[in-house]
């Protein structure tokens, strides 16, 4: 009977020192991998770099979109931009003439 009293008097001690161990562990464990913790932060701001990269990009086509249009207004109208996009609507060229198609 003496065992089982000297393993009841320590239990008492160990089980809050095990609970509370096992609590740090589980909170350090989410910090680390949770949805929220250093891994998905990790993943987020590479995700926030290559969108910013990407916006950049995108920004360029519609400054260079914006100035084509500008050219096409009535009150700066640029008559070789008129023609090109004439051209290419109506799919209208002249003889002799050599046609080179930009992809974009």
């Known amino acids: 009977m003496s065992l089982f009293r000297e393993i009841h008097k320590r239990s008492r001690v160990v089980i809050p020192q095990v ?45 260079e979109l914006e100035s084509r249009v500008a050219l096409l207004r009535p009150d700066n109208l640029d008559p070789d931009l008129l023609e090109e996009r004439a051209r290419d609507v109506l799919n209208y060229g002249r003889e002799n003439e050599y046609l080179v198609i930009k992809q974009r």
């Open 19 to 63: 609970l509370g161990a096992s609590l740090v562990a589980y909170f350090a464990y989410h910090t680390i991998e949770g949805d929220r913790g250093v891994w998905a932060w990790i993943h987020l701001t590479q995700n926030l770099q290559a969108k910013q990269i990407e916006m950049v990009g995108v920004q360029s086509d519609r400054q």
